[in-house]
């Protein structure tokens, strides 16, 4: 482990730590004041210093192929909602690999691969887990104090944490069960055989999830239209996405 009081973004620091070859798996990366985290879509991913967990772990999937990396985003958000159900009923998935409780965000991840050949040789993955902040900018954010209504230890919560990362890793490791992960991740995936409201070609559209592929595309079956359709990261949001 390795803790920096401040740092620009967890997610740079792993990623000096990989290209300069010093990095086993399982380091992590942990700061109590990020200043410049970063999350999907090339957002900002601010955080109240001394609150919250923010960190990124190293990992080296090499037994997973270029095409299966996915995987890696659904056994996170998997042990995070492990985590979470600990203190809640209320979790959700949301695609790609939010947290939501009670449809508010609690936790964010952003995975940066690198990859050798035809397999994933490193992945980053970076973690911010409101804990302790009581104030956000949107509405659609919560803490873990908010939902208890009372402060909890950082130092307490974090090996938990850890705890269900490194047990989903290990199994996605040993085992791999990959249609398993996926019927877990769709189950647990907020809008799964429901319909939701997306922004889709600067549109408000209706839209029942029906799955998701192996690369990690939302499949959504539009109202009014009998094709489903597959959608990347930028091409489809959800209408509270912001
Ligand atoms: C998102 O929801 O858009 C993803 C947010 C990911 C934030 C975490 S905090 C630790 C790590 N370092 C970063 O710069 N980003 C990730």
Request: with cysteine; net charge neutral.
């Amino acid at each position: 482990m390795i803790y920096l009081p401040t740092c620009h973004s967890t997610n740079d620091i792993a990623a000096e730590l990989v290209h300069n070859g010093g990095a086993e798996e399982g380091t992590v990366v942990i700061t109590d004041n990020q200043v410049n985290g970063r999350g999907q879509r090339g957002s900002t991913w601010y955080t109240e210093p001394s609150s919250n967990l923010t960190f990124s772990v190293i990992l080296k999937p090499n037994f997973l192929p270029v095409a299966e990396q996915f995987l890696i985003s659904q056994v996170i958000a998997l042990a995070i909602y492990d985590y979470f159900s600990f203190y809640t009923s209320q979790v959700k998935i949301k695609w790609p690999n939010d947290i939501y409780i009670s449809d508010k965000k609690i936790s964010g991840t952003l995975i940066e691969n690198s990859i050798k050949g035809s397999t994933i040789s490193n992945s980053i993955v970076g973690i911010g887990i409101n804990i302790n902040q009581i104030n956000f900018s949107t509405p659609r954010s919560t803490s873990l104090a908010q939902i208890l209504g009372y402060p909890v230890s950082l130092h307490t919560e974090f090996p938990k944490l850890i705890h269900f990362l490194d047990a989903r890793y290990f199994k996605l490791k040993s085992m791999k069960q990959v249609a398993a992960i996926r019927s877990e991740y769709l189950n647990k995936l907020y809008g799964y055989q429901q319909s939701v409201r997306f922004f889709y070609q600067n549109e408000i559209v209706d839209g029942v999830i029906t799955d998701i592929t192996n690369s990690g595309k939302l499949c959504v079956k539009l109202k009014g239209q009998e094709k489903v359709h597959e959608f990347g990261l930028k091409e489809i949001e959800f209408l509270w996405d912001n």
